[in-house]
C-alpha cells in the first residue's frame, strides 16, 4: 500500500518551496562527461526530513532521465549534493559553508525561510547565484543581485486563481483566509487581499493561528462566523468547518491524494487548488513514465513539492545550456533574467521588476485544479505571459 504525505504534514512546511542548485566543473565521471555540481542545503533528519525526502528522491530520479546534457559542445552530468540544514538558520549557516567552501559550488539554495534567511548574505559576499524560497519579497533587489526566487510565484497563482474565480463563479462576493502566524502566512493574506480587491471581491480580513496548533475548532468557529463566500483552508481548519455548516468555496495551494481519505470526499468534494498540481490530466505526457516509475520505487505519491523541484531541475538545465557555460556566475545570471527557459509543464522566464526591484522572481504556467469525483480535474490555465502581465497590473509598486 503506498504512503501519502497527509495534509498536516504538508502544511508543517506551508510555503517553503524551495529548490538548491550547485554548479560548477568538476572532474570526469566517464571519458568525455564532466559533472556539474548541485549542491542542497535541507532538513534530512526529523519531522521536516520525512517531508522533504520524497523531493530529494525525486530530484535524484530526475536526474537520472536528463542523463547527460551539453553546454557549449562539452558533455556535462549533475552531481547532486545534499547537506541536512536542520530547518535552521545555524543549520543553513553550517551546510552552506561546507557546499561552498569545501565541494566549490558556485549556485546554491537552503529549503526552509530561516536557513534561506541566514545563508543569503554568505551566498552575496562569495558571488554564489542564490535560489531562495520562503523569503519575503523585500529580501530580493537591487542590493542583492545574486539571490533569485527559487519556487513559482505566489503573486502570480494568486492573480490566476482570483481571474478564474470571477469567471467561474460570479456570485462569489466576498472572501476570507484562515493561515498561519507566519511571514508566508501573512503575505498569502496580501497577495489573496490584492487580488480580490482587484476582481471586486470584498476581503472580510484573515485569521491567524500559532504554527504547531492541533486545535482547530476555535479557529474554524472565528471563520465560519464571517462565513464567507470564498475561503482559504487547508483541510484540517476546512473540516470543522464544513461540520459547523458552512457551505461556501474552499482553497488552498497544495493537494495529496490521500487527503481524501484522511478527511472523507464530503469534505474535499469541490475543493480547489490553486498552484500547479502533477495529478490526472495535469501532468505533462513527458513526466508520465518518470512519475509512474517514482511511485513504483518508492511507494509514495508523485506530489506537488517533488513537482516543482524537478521542474527547477529541468529550467535551471537549460539556463546552462543557453548560457553556454557551467561555472561563469555572470553570464548564469544574465541569462536567468533574459532567457525563456523550458521545462516540461512549459516555458519559465524571469521578471516582475515591478514587484521585487530586480526582476528574480520565476513566472511559468498558473493552473486551478478542482477536487471532483474522487479525482484531481484541471479547469484553469493561464500562460507565463499572461500570470506575468496580470500579476504586473495588480501588485506592480
Same mark, same amino acid.
Given at each position: ?48 526530513? &520525512? ?337 506575468? &502581465? ?8
Amino acid at each position: 500500500m503506498k504512503k501519502w504525505l497527509s495534509v498536516a504534514a504538508i502544511v508543517v512546511l506551508c510555503l517553503a518551496l524551495v529548490v538548491g542548485i550547485a554548479c560548477g566543473g568538476g572532474e570526469e565521471e566517464e571519458e568525455g562527461v564532466k559533472e556539474v555540481k548541485f549542491g542542497w542545503g535541507l532538513p534530512m533528519t526529523g519531522i521536516y526530513g &520525512a517531508v522533504f525526502l520524497p523531493s530529494k528522491q525525486a530530484l535524484e530520479l530526475a536526474n537520472e532521465y536528463i542523463g547527460e546534457f551539453t553546454v557549449a559542445g562539452e558533455k556535462y552530468k549533475w552531481d547532486l549534493i545534499f547537506e541536512d540544514n536542520g530547518w535552521t538558520g545555524a543549520g543553513g549557516v553550517a551546510s552552506a559553508t561546507k557546499l561552498i567552501f569545501e565541494d566549490g559550488v558556485n549556485i546554491m539554495t537552503q529549503l526552509g525561510a530561516e536557513s534561506a534567511l541566514a545563508v543569503q548574505t554568505i551566498c552575496e559576499e562569495a558571488g554564489v547565484i542564490f535560489f531562495a524560497g520562503g523569503l519575503a519579497l523585500d529580501a530580493l533587489g537591487p542590493d542583492k543581485p545574486h539571490t533569485f526566487y527559487g519556487q513559482t510565484v505566489g503573486y502570480a497563482n494568486m492573480a490566476a486563481f482570483f481571474k478564474y474565480v470571477s469567471e467561474a463563479y460570479p456570485e462569489v462576493k466576498t472572501a476570507s483566509m484562515v493561515n498561519e502566524d507566519t511571514a508566508n502566512g501573512h503575505e498569502m493574506a496580501v497577495q489573496a487581499a490584492g487580488a480580490a480587491d482587484y476582481y471586486g471581491i470584498e476581503w472580510l480580513g484573515a485569521e491567524f493561528y500559532p504554527p504547531g496548533t492541533s486545535e482547530f475548532y476555535p479557529m474554524a468557529t472565528k471563520m465560519a462566523s464571517k462565513n464567507p463566500d470564498l475561503c482559504y483552508a487547508d483541510l484540517r481548519n476546512l473540516q470543522p468547518m464544513r461540520e459547523m455548516g458552512w457551505e461556501g468555496i474552499s482553497f488552498f495551494f497544495m493537494w495529496g491524494s490521500g487527503n481524501s481519505d484522511q478527511y472523507g470526499w464530503e469534505t474535499v468534494q469541490g475543493y480547489l487548488v490553486y498552484y500547479p498540481a502533477p495529478f490526472g490530466e495535469a501532468l505533462p505526457e513527458s513526466l508520465r513514465p518518470m512519475a509512474a516509475e517514482y511511485e513504483d520505487r518508492f511507494g509514495i505519491e508523485f506530489g506537488q513539492l517533488a513537482y516543482h523541484y524537478v521542474m527547477q531541475l529541468y529550467w535551471v538545465t537549460d539556463a546552462l545550456k543557453k548560457a553556454g557555460t557551467v561555472d561563469d556566475v555572470g553570464q548564469i545570471m544574465a541569462t536567468l533574467e533574459t532567457e525563456t527557459l523550458d521545462t516540461p509543464m512549459g516555458p519559465v522566464k524571469y521578471g516582475l521588476s515591478e514587484i521585487d526591484g530586480i526582476g528574480h522572481l520565476p513566472i511559468m504556467p498558473c493552473w486551478v485544479g478542482e477536487i471532483r469525483d474522487g479525482e484531481y480535474h484541471l479547469v484553469f490555465e493561464m500562460s507565463a505571459d499572461e500570470a506575468e &502581465a496580470l500579476t504586473a497590473e495588480i501588485f506592480g509598486k
